[in-house]
């Protein structure tokens, strides 16, 4: 006992002797954290300080395109530039000055009226009912196409959320103008007789547990996430220091010792662990007491605080028992340092920190079971905004302490194997 | 007492063999030089003698214990001052000198009245609460040997203990250890120092490309060579001038 309480006094020591890398421990994460969940916020807030600039060339100069001009407007997501040449807008976009371009064709308005026309006086004649208006000109349909011109830059989410929000507009406005022709053609246009408000609206419903309900929000989901990337860096400083110990000699002498690698890897654990557990604490203070200040929701823990430090217990564990492998393999600190730290961002890809596992490809999903990172991403989630309770969090955190038992016995193995005598 | 038997090794990769077949009994409160150029497989034996490497065959034990059978007890009663520093360098000596006291399963005031006695001793009671990483490099030497003696090991393996320090500090850890030897400690000693050796050592043994081309008391090897006047003069009739240069 004494030798293990000496040898965590020593990495104590040790990590406190750097205040350098303290400061980075312990900094950086909360840097990252504030960030992007600043960035993500700004991404989906409907009211946001910052508009994308968005070319628009109006060809129609009628309804539909003032519509969608109003449309876009009224999102407040958007600057609107206008211009006259549709070879202008696409040079911008493509030389990178503007995200995206909306080109609305000649005559939309004309055409889609004449369009509808036809159609609503096809539906009357039907039921034998004759328009008192001149019939239109033309019967032959006419495809009209609103032109996007995306930078090539321009992720897919953000391509998706304006097309949709422009097919949306579209739609609208074709809706509308069918229950106008059918006025006009009843000749009713000055009494309102159809109720052009939509009928099914949405309700979002967050299910929750206990009568309290959370309201998933940006700091909601980065703040475990990123709790738990910061965790797992453990494994970089951790590795490097094991190697380092190999490296300058120490280590050598301790190998003369009558002391286990057991023991000397135990000290190593608990300070790592606490330095975890510091971290996560920090990262929670950040999320309830600075993000209001900085116009970020504020997290909500309720009483899941001692769960939340189980979790981040064990997310710790597993993290540590992998620096710990990774430190008794590699020989140089330029081979753990590097393999550390991407091998932490290739975890946490896999483990859904920045893309929802739902959304990888099967194959991706399947990796994704076995990556330690997702384990505690999920058991966060479980805590933080599906209020679980010990029981179903259970598994995940097994899994974790399954991963540092393994990775840890697979570190002493290896270690005892290389050094039998 | 050490008792090596045909003990051999060949690292992996390698064309020949680092120490062949080498028989050598080494008595109790001895102290005992392993003199050769480099790469004759001086600190190879240490290595294999303080358990960090195996051999690829033969035995040896100390004191009557074997590795296989008494692992812990021989790690209790050896100590290795190894040839880096094998030292924290932004601990402080205290610091060093506690945790790898406590290693040994040292504790409280025992431990503490041994790192102050040692200190005073060999001079450093002044730098106790100062970091490693200021240190001089005979400074660092003498940190280095009292964290291998705390514990009052039975067996000293000591590898190129003084390489690297200034006449004063070598002067004070020769005294030093002889002061342990004369306290009852075994010694074996490497070294590239051949006059500090013929003082210091009891007995030595010349080793080259693995195998022990002689060994016995300085003096009579002084004597049993012609035209020789110290153990230098011996080393080189015996080993030859050629450059020992390997990779």
């Known amino acids: 006992m004494h030798k293990l309480v000496a040898s965590i006094y020593k990495e104590a020591l040790l990590l406190t002797r750097d205040i350098g890398g303290i400061a980075i421990l312990f900094i950086m994460p909360l840097v990252l954290v504030i960030t992007i969940t600043l960035i993500q916020d700004s991404t989906f807030k409907t009211v946001s300080a910052s508009k994308i600039p968005v070319v628009f060339v109006d060809k129609d100069n009628g309804e539909v395109s003032q519509y969608i001009f109003n449309g876009l407007l009224a999102s407040n997501s958007f600057e609107i530039i206008k211009k006259t040449s549709e070879e202008e807008a696409a040079t911008l976009v493509l030389k990178g000055d503007y995200q995206l371009a909306v080109v609305i064709p000649e005559d939309l308005s004309v055409d889609l009226q004449k369009e509808i026309s036809n159609n609503v006086e096809n539906v009357l004649s039907k039921f034998g009912l004759e328009s008192d208006t001149v019939k239109t000109e033309s019967k032959i349909k006419i495809e009209k196409e609103v032109k996007l011109y995306f930078d090539p830059a321009t992720q897919g989410t953000f391509k998706s959320a304006v097309i949709n929000g422009i097919e949306k507009m579209v739609s609208q406005i074709e809706t509308q103008s069918i229950y106008k022709a059918f006025q006009s053609q009843l000749g009713e246009e000055d009494t309102l007789i159809f109720d052009t408000k939509s009928f ?18 940006v700091s909601q989901h980065n703040v475990p996430a990123w709790a738990l990337f910061a965790i797992f860096f453990i494994i970089v400083p951790l590795s490097i220091n094991i190697v380092k110990e190999k490296n300058q000699g120490t280590f050598v002498r301790l190998q003369t010792q009558p002391v286990s690698y057991f023991t000397l890897l135990a000290g190593k654990t608990i300070v790592y662990l606490g330095v975890c557990l510091i971290q996560f604490t920090l990262m929670l203070l950040i999320g309830i007491y600075v993000f209001p200040y900085i116009g ?104 974790l302490f399954l991963f540092f038992v393994v990775t840890s016995a697979i570190a002493i193995f290896y270690y005892k194997k290389k050094n039998a005598i | ?79 290795i001052v190894p040839q880096e520093y094998a030292l924290y360098p932004t601990l402080t000596a205290s610091e060093n000198l506690f945790y790898f006291g406590s290693m040994y399963g040292l504790t409280g005031n025992v431990l503490k009245d041994k790192m102050n006695y040692h200190l005073e001793l060999l001079g450093l009671s002044r730098f106790a609460n100062k970091k490693v990483e200021n240190f001089s490099g005979g400074m660092k030497r003498r940190v280095n040997l009292i964290a291998s003696i705390l514990h009052s090991p039975k067996v000293l393996f000591l590898d190129e203990p003084t390489v690297g320090v200034d006449v004063q500090s070598k002067n004070v850890i020769i005294e030093y250890l002889q002061q342990l030897n004369k306290d009852g400690t075994t010694i074996v000693y490497t070294s590239h120092h051949l006059n500090e050796a013929e003082d210091f050592c009891h007995r030595v043994a010349i080793i080259d490309k693995g195998c022990i081309i002689t060994k016995g008391i300085p003096t009579d090897l002084i004597k049993q060579q012609k035209h020789t006047h110290n153990l230098e003069d011996v080393f080189l009739s015996i080993t030859g001038k050629a450059l020992r240069d390997h990779a």
Request: hydrophobic share 45%; with cysteine; charged share 20%.
């Open chain 1, 296 to 399: 970020l929701p504020k997290i909500t823990i309720f009483e899941r605080l001692p769960l939340l430090y189980l979790v981040a217990v064990f997310a710790g564990l597993a993290a540590i028992g992998l620096g710990i492998l990774l430190g008794t393999l590699a020989k140089t600190q330029e081979q753990s340092a590097p393999f550390g730290a991407t091998f932490v961002v290739i975890l946490a890809a896999l483990g859904g920190v920045w893309v929802p596992v739902f959304a990888m490809p099967k194959g991706m999903q399947a990796l994704s079971n076995i990556s330690p990172m997702n384990w505690g991403l999920r058991a966060f989630y479980d805590v933080f905004l599906r209020k679980t309770s010990f029981f179903e969090v259970l598994p995940e955190i097994t899994m």
């Open chain 1, 200 to 217: 099914i609206t949405f309700k979002e419903i967050n299910p929750s547990n206990r009568n309290q309900e959370i309201k998933p929000n």
């Open chain 2, 1 to 79: 007492m050490i008792e090596i038997c045909q003990l051999s090794k060949k690292y992996k990769y390698a064309e020949d063999f680092s120490i062949s077949k080498l028989d050598l009994t080494i008595k109790d409160e001895e102290i005992f030089g392993l003199l050769g150029p480099n790469g004759a497989g001086k600190t190879t034996l240490i290595s294999i003698l303080s358990s960090l490497i195996k051999p690829t065959s033969g035995h040896f034990t100390i004191n009557g214990l074997t590795y296989k059978e008494h692992s812990k007890k021989i790690k209790q009663i050896i100590g």
